[in-house]
């Protein structure tokens, strides 16, 4: 069996094996071919240029002793890499040398596979690497429901991450209007699936207009809009996204149970964002804004949109109708302008 530069096989897993000898590639390619797609290179350019290129590896099977660039600077300038850095490698070699092996893993490598290799344990090891892979990625995937791309990857890599002053951002809080007597009204089963789907249809409002869900409290909803990045009409985005969700609840079909309405507050300020605690994460924001944020949601009336006036300021005004309200005493806060905001009759929705 003759191997090229790559090879594309059957298989979701994507390996990677980079060896100059025609050999060695035919023989791994042979071993792994069936399950995985597999992705060959004789150099250490090549083995760069293909780690870099959709669909990445999920494993890289490196041989050390190449011409030119050799195994472990391939491996350095991958780890140094912010695309490829993540990808597990495995060094292939026939050096017995303990400061080799010891060196291969202070440049990151996951393990060594001594050649000449025995067939069992080559593929065993290729699937133990890969089993944690597709357990990182499980991983990853459970915490992107709770924590933005920027700190999982901070988190993965250091363990810790750094709290962040975000100067500028829109917030939007939402809130069951009547909550308790809802509670009374509908079982527990009914009052759960209530919210999820209510929050299930935030979320989509959410990320339809660029911004995200923070937390729910209860039966409370938070969003942000600019907070991973900065969005320069997020107070449009975030207001247009509170009258999408007065819009979705008043489309609910009304039975004979108990009518679900919402208030909605948005306002625009600065937060400090980061993760608390050890064992548990919990993204979260924190500053004064977010409690004005909160008591403007409270000042609210039912299935209206209330902001304040920095984030009255911000809004391009097209499409909206915006009534004073005059000042409005929030708790702890003082006086505060408020406006009501919906969108004109004539408006598209």
Not at 153 to 166: A, D, I, S, Y
Not at 268 to 291: L, P
Request: glycine fraction near 8%; include cysteine.
């Amino acid at each position: 069996m003759s191997v090229g530069d790559r090879i594309f096989s059957p298989g979701e897993r994507t390996v990677l094996i980079v060896d100059d000898s025609p050999e060695s590639l035919t023989a791994m390619v042979e071993l792994l071919g069936d399950a995985y797609r597999v992705k060959v290179a004789k150099n250490g350019a090549k083995a760069l240029e293909l780690a870099a290129t959709a669909p990445q590896p999920d494993l890289i099977l490196l041989d050390v002793m190449m011409p030119g660039m050799d195994g472990y600077e391939v491996c350095r300038r991958l780890k140094e890499d912010a695309h490829t850095q993540d990808i597990p490698v495995i060094f292939l070699t026939s050096l017995n040398d303990p400061s080799d092996e010891a060196r291969g893993f202070e440049l990151g490598a996951a393990d060594y596979i001594a050649k000449p290799f025995e067939p069992v344990i080559f593929t065993a090891r290729v699937r133990t690497q890969l089993e944690l892979v597709h357990e990182r990625k499980r991983t990853q995937s459970l915490l992107t429901n709770f924590l933005p791309p920027r700190v999982i990857q901070e988190l993965m890599r250091t363990g810790t991450c750094k709290p962040e002053h975000v100067q500028e951002l829109s917030l939007l809080f939402a809130d069951l209007v009547g909550f308790t007597r809802i509670t009374e009204q509908i079982s527990k089963e009914g009052l759960l699936d209530g919210l999820s789907a209510m929050f299930s249809a935030f979320d989509a409002i959410m990320e339809r207009h660029g911004g995200q869900r923070l937390k729910t409290i209860g039966d409370a909803y938070v969003g942000v809009v600019g907070l991973d990045h900065h969005i320069p009409d997020h107070a449009d985005r975030a207001v247009q996204a509170g009258l999408d969700m007065i819009a979705h609840m008043r489309g609910l079909v009304k039975g004979t149970g108990p009518v679900w309405e919402v208030r909605i507050g948005v306002h625009t300020g600065s937060v400090i964002a980061g993760v608390v605690g050890e064992s548990r994460y919990q993204y979260d924001i924190f500053g004064d804004d977010v409690n004005i944020a909160a008591r403007v949601e409270a000042a609210s009336e039912p299935m209206r949109l209330t902001v304040t006036a920095a984030t009255r300021r911000r809004l391009s005004e097209q499409g909206l109708v915006i009534t004073p309200r005059g000042m409005v005493d929030l708790k702890g806060k003082g006086q505060r302008e408020l406006f009501f905001v919906e969108r004109a009759p004539w408006s598209a929705t």
